[in-house]
């Protein structure tokens, strides 16, 4: 029979929003050292908004995003659907791309008029070993000492321009660091971000670690990071990518807006986009299981 203590609060939790799938998660939730985000869609909105368009020499802004928009028109990213939001809010003319490829992690490849034409971040810059231009480098420079993620765009190997996009934090990000900290757990941030992006985030959040530039593939060897210093690790994401590294954590936790793929490898779902009910967790697990004893 279950134990009393954990049926209470195993309907205690649901009430603040968790649901617990594994018994054990909650349980283990008491001796979590360190608490790892996914950074994008859970400490963040995930709702990325075009800030900025910057073009290399004879390239014209509004075509710069046509042509983003186009390779990004069969994309479900986040960023994706803010290019094709952002050209269409413009009324700009969309041209047909074809042949869409998803390079995970890293950006997207599409066709036109026998074009090869890439959108993407860092790890896509350095994959295609493409120079940009001093003056486009400055400007996209500034955008991520501002915080701002940079994605190019490019013409076979030739960078063409740049967007910026900037992802609001969420405001009980703040309160959900603070206070898992007030309480001696550690707060880390995993993204596949560009460094400084991170960093923006992370110093504005006052987490105490971060991974950025993570691939996807990569996740949950930071998650086997942490635990290779002696760290008992809870992760929070959302994401088909966070899903390997919810399964190696101690405590895997879904995030409520998050994918199906990662509701299943997690031991906790967590209903709304709430960070904050990490917190309920511990303190319930805290108290329940002092209960026992
Ligand atoms: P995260 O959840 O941290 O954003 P992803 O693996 O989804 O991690 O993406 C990692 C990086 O790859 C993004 O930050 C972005 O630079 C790039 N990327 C992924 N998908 C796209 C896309 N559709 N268009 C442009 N860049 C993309
Ligand atoms: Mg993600």
Redesign the pocket.
Known sequence: AIPLVIAISTEQAARAGVLIKNRMALERMRTVDVVLF????TLTTGEPELMDVAVAEGVDPDELLALAAA??SD??????RA?VRAARDRNLVVPAAGSFT???????RATLDGRTLH??????LRELAAVEPPALAAVTRGWMDRGA?V?HVLDGGRILGAVSLEDAVRPESRQAVAALQNRGVKVAM?????RQVARAVAADLRIDEVFAE???ADKDKKVAELQARGLKVAMVG??V??SPALARAEVGIAIGAGTDVAMESAGVVLAGNDPRAVLSMVDLSRASYRKMW
Do not use: F, M, W, Y
Not at 38 to 41: A, I, V
Not at 75 to 80: G, I, L
Not at 102 to 108: D, E, F, I, Q, Y
């Open positions: 996914d950074k994008t869609g390779v990004e994309s479900e990213h986040p960023v994706a290019i998803s390079l995970t992690g890293r950006g997207v959108v993407g971040g860092p790890a896509l993620a994605l995993v993204t596949g971000d560009a993570v691939l996807p959302d994401g990518n966070d």
